[in-house]
């Protein structure tokens, strides 16, 4: 692994269906496990199941005895692994951060791997194709961003949503490089790989889906369930964690860290898996179906994920509001009844999307994603007053922004073509006498009108100009 990665990244707050190709009984349903326990044992595993958060639980008795007793016995530590595949986390990530997030709500320690090596040789699972190679470089940028998303969100959840009842668990962010850079090659199959079998490995689904394609799997792929099972054994060796969040995706890769650790050193561990976030016609809402919604600013704007949740089908509002939000189930209730009343006003839509642009980019985040909501749909001159140079260009993403000078006597049709918005000579003239262009959501077919602050011209010193239906300029004066 590159040197250039550095060391540990470790942050730590103190604020306050199975795939499987083997036999079906290894992978059991958290629902009539939990259902047959006793009551004092799993209430945190059973409204997380409720919920939707959690899926499967491996090993088999996991669900039933074991791993209840534990979390009851107090605070245990939880991880899940993200890899720095891209410079941003996108929602699909963000279920696995929540079920974190629930965790530490509980008094429970959570522990976020960043991916510093293993990004490096890229998980199968859920791949029809091996993944691009990433430079050492652009991994440890990567994890630099996804590192500062992370603290972000756990931020929040603790400034808006957690209520102060209990105290919540520690927060460590770590990047598996650190453990890894020291290693030789000789020296970790030496002492990590005598423990894999071979017959084990090669009956993963995701070997065997990649095995029957026509590009195959190559080494290094075969080889990461080796690494995330060793990431496992080591978190439990430091930080006594036993307990590993991931994708239902994930589940062939926690059963290798259990078996690993079991043969290493005799510890029960336990595996947790979350279900895969799908769109209305089943794709997965990740990076690499061609539809993700980030959680960075800079790839998707508070606006664009309220608008995103905002927009959710009927159907899958109800199941959105109990993954992504906090509100309590009779809350969530509440709501789908006062929808169902009156769906015109669409309050179970609003409130999660509110709830989630607050979780992910705080409540500044959910003001700037009103102003922009505001702004571009309900043509309201005063939310665009009040936004800012950046809200307006995150608003209209391609669209073209001008910083002009402010001169006596400038035009509505001198405005037009300083920016190149119509045609010159009479052609764009005939345009905007015809109509054809808005100022600030206001109509005006008067080519010689001269510019009139606060009314052409925002407090703000902008100006927001669409020709047509679809064509938007924005511009910024500077005073002489």
């Known amino acids: 692994m590159a040197a250039s990665m550095v060391g540990i990244c470790c942050y730590v707050w103190r604020r306050g ?85 629930h965790f530490r709500g509980a008094g429970h320690h959570v522990i976020a791997v960043l991916g510093g090596a293993t990004a490096q040789i890229g998980d199968p699972s859920g791949k029809t194709s091996e993944r691009e190679q990433l430079s050492a470089d652009v991994v440890e940028a990567n994890t630099h961003s996804i590192r500062e998303s992370i603290q972000r969100i756990f931020t929040n959840h603790e400034l808006h949503f957690h209520d102060g009842s209990r105290p919540l668990g520690t927060v460590t962010v770590l990047n598996n490089l650190s453990w890894y850079k020291n290693w030789g090659v000789v020296g970790f199959l030496s002492e990590a790989g005598r423990h894999f079998r071979m017959g084990t490995m090669l009956s993963r ?34 930080y006594g964690c036993k307990i590993q969040l991931g994708g239902t995706d994930q589940l062939g890769n926690l059963m290798s860290g259990h078996e690993y650790i079991h043969k290493v050193s005799g510890e029960e561990v336990y595996g947790l898996t979350i279900p895969l976030v799908t769109s209305t016609v089943g794709d997965k809402l990740g990076k690499t179906a061609g539809n993700a919604v980030w959680l960075n600013r800079d790839k998707t704007s508070p606006f664009e994920l309220y608008q995103f949740f905002l927009r959710q089908p009927d159907a899958s509002v109800e199941g959105y509001l109990k993954l992504f939000t906090f509100l309590p189930l009779a809350e969530v209730e509440k709501l789908m009844e006062q929808q169902r009343e009156d769906p015109s006003k669409r309050l179970a839509h609003k409130r999660l999307a509110a709830e989630v642009t607050k979780l992910v980019h705080g409540k500044e985040g959910l003001e700037t994603a009103k102003r922009c909501t505001n702004a571009l749909y309900h043509s309201s001159v005063q939310a665009l007053e009040e936004m800012s140079d950046e809200e307006l260009q995150e608003l209209f993403r391609e669209t073209p922004f001008h910083e002009l000078l402010l001169e006596p006597g400038t035009t509505v049709i001198d405005a037009c073509r300083k920016v190149g918005a119509i045609p010159e000579g009479p052609r764009g003239y005939q345009m905007v006498s015809d109509g054809a262009v808005w100022i600030n959501h206001t109509r005006t077919d008067n080519p010689e009108q001269v510019l009139i602050p606060k009314l052409h011209i925002l407090a703000n010193g902008l100006t927001l100009l669409r020709v047509g239906k679809k064509n938007f300029y924005i511009i910024k004066w500077l005073s002489l």
Do not use: W
């Open 17 to 101: 269906s199975c795939n499987l190709l083997g036999p079906a009984t290894l992978c059991l349903t958290l629902r009539s496990k939990f259902h047959s326990s006793s009551s004092a044992h799993h209430g945190l595993l059973l409204s997380l199941h409720k919920r939707g958060v959690l899926k499967d639980s491996f090993p088999e008795n996991a669900a039933q005895e074991q791993l209840p007793r534990l979390l009851q016995s107090g605070a245990q530590t939880v991880y899940c692994g993200f890899d720095p595949t891209a410079d941003s986390l996108h929602v699909g990530n963000l279920l696995a951060l929540i079920g974190l997030l």
């Open 205 to 238: 689904h995701s070997v065997q889906s990649r095995l029957k394609s026509a590009e195959g799997m190559s080494l290094t792929e075969f080889t990461y369930q080796v690494f995330q099972a060793y990431d496992f054994h080591h978190l439990n060796q430091i």
